[in-house]
């Protein structure tokens, strides 16, 4: 029989992919330039070049097995200690190969850092606003994800919140900085006192409790942002990276997972993800990828218009009166929406081809999630539609 936990699935389809499918559809019948769609977030600036070249020069001049064979189990030994290396020369840590387990993006880094210091039924913390596809990352390892509201005053930690929901049970602690959908980067001040937390409650329950880092976005942060790597303040850290947005090729699936190497179990967490490959059918990215982003390991592409776009649309959101934190990061805002119910609000957007995600499956309702990886061209002329939405609908602006 088919497994109808996954066919029920079928009826509870990604509102991303929903509207990102439904934007496409439209561009067919208006030409998709007519389309301002911020459903998506897929990087919209060319793959860093010296990452084709790389790829090019390989093609052209390499063993074919060693850039098509299958790699090790852990990821190709050069290629870790290269990303081992560059951690330590960014961030003043000291990685060694050994801490370094190659991954299929960030997706496959976490669902190996969730398997590693998890059994089915321990709980996963998590902090609204947060990626949907957490609860299905979680969920299929059979452990509990619990999660923390909102601080929607500036979208830090709700540690008030944090501190009555954390118990004997909870195993690791998730956090995405710089955040989707918020695009806030949680600060120093913010990380520092939740390894504090972390610290008393591994005392008090007398087990470790690991922090998981999501951080597809490191390298995407803005001018005046704080935006400390979460590793260098908490010994039980898993750092996850993906390469898909610092060098614009989410297609290639390539990322880490990056083990302290002051974390408990820290000379073996790797080889144990290497085991984990085998249970869940992932063995390893492909050579090609694993070899080039390793040869631009320090690169990444002309990522400056993801902050271009970020003001243009924040200045013109506040203008039109909408309540929205600013982004330390990312390529999201996450502005309230004009009434309670946002996916009235963005139902009503369609209408004049705008194409905004509702924020109820990212744990905050009533706001909703724009993803300005697009043309700055196109930023603009969706302005003049935006305001014509707002006052039309809304009321806001009308002179008169």
Same mark, same amino acid.
């Not at 098509?68 to 290629?79: D, K, M, Q, R, T």
């Not at 947060?130 to 452990?143: C, H, K, L, M, S």
């Given at each position: ?11 509870? &389809? ?9 934007? =496409? ?12 769609d ?18 090019? +020069? ?6 074919p ?22 951690? $330590?020369?960014? /961030?003043? %840590?000291?990685? +060694? ?24 039924? +321990? ?14 990352y ?7 994800? &619990? ?5 929607? &005053?500036?979208?830090?930690? $709700? ?5 009555? %929901?954390?118990?004997?049970? =909870?195993?690791? !602690? ?13 600060? =120093? ?8 937390v ?34 260098? /303040?908490?010994d $039980? =850290?898993?750092?996850?990276?993906? /390469?898909?947005?610092? @060098? ?19 000379? !073996? ?9 085998r ?11 694993? @070899? ?16 271009? $776009? ?20 990312? /390529? ?5 929406? @004009?009434?309670?119910?946002a996916n ?6 369609? &209408? ?17 999630? %724009? ?20 006052e ?9």
């Amino acid at each position: 029989m088919i497994n109808q936990s996954y066919k029920a699935l079928l009826s509870g &389809k990604s509102i991303i992919r929903e509207l990102s499918e439904y934007a =496409t559809a439209r561009g067919k019948e208006i030409g998709y330039e007519n389309v301002f769609d911020y459903s998506l977030g897929n990087p919209s600036v060319p793959t860093a070049q010296g990452y084709t070249d790389a790829v090019i +020069d390989m093609y052209q001049n390499k063993n074919p097995m060693e850039i098509h064979g299958y790699s090790p189990s852990l990821g190709i030994e050069w290629v870790r200690k290269t990303v081992a290396d560059s951690l $330590n020369r960014r /961030f003043d %840590m000291d990685y +060694d190969t050994k801490h370094i387990f190659m991954a299929s993006g960030a997706a496959g880094a976490l669902a190996h850092a969730f398997r590693a210091v998890t059994e089915p039924g +321990d709980e996963i913390i998590v902090f609204a606003p947060f990626f949907p596809e957490y609860a299905q990352y979680i969920g299929r390892t059979g452990a509990i994800m &619990k999660v923390v509201p909102p601080n929607t &005053k500036d979208f830090q930690i $709700n540690f008030e919140a944090f501190e009555e %929901m954390i118990n004997e049970k =909870t195993m690791a !602690v998730l956090i995405n900085t710089p955040n989707n959908p918020s695009g806030i980067a949680y600060s =120093t001040e913010t990380i520092k006192r939740l390894a504090a937390v972390l610290e008393a409650k591994q005392k008090q329950f007398g087990h470790d409790i690991f922090l998981i880092s999501d951080e597809p976005y490191r390298e995407i942060v803005f001018e005046g942002a704080d935006s400390p790597y979460p590793s260098k /303040f908490y010994d $039980n =850290t898993l750092s996850c990276y993906s /390469f898909s947005k610092s @060098l614009s090729l989410p297609g290639e699936r390539i990322g880490y997972v990056a083990v302290n190497p002051r974390c408990t179990d820290a000379d !073996v967490l790797a080889v144990i993800m290497g085991q984990i490959s085998r249970g869940i059918g992932h063995n390893c990215p492909a050579s090609t990828s694993q @070899l080039a982003v390793a040869k631009v390991i320090d690169e990444t592409s002309d990522l400056s218009v993801y902050e271009t $776009n970020m003001n243009l649309i924040y200045d013109a959101l506040v203008d039109m009166g909408f309540t929205v934190v600013k982004p330390g990061g990312t /390529f999201y805002i996450f502005p309230k929406a @004009l009434e309670e119910d946002a996916n009235a609000f963005c139902m009503k957007a369609k &209408k004049y081809d705008l194409i905004l995600v509702p924020a109820d499956n990212f744990g905050c309702p009533g706001y909703f999630r %724009m993803a300005y990886c697009i043309d700055t061209e196109k930023v603009k002329r969706s302005l003049s539609v935006f305001r014509k939405f707002v006052e039309e609908e809304y009321g806001i602006g009308k002179k008169g």
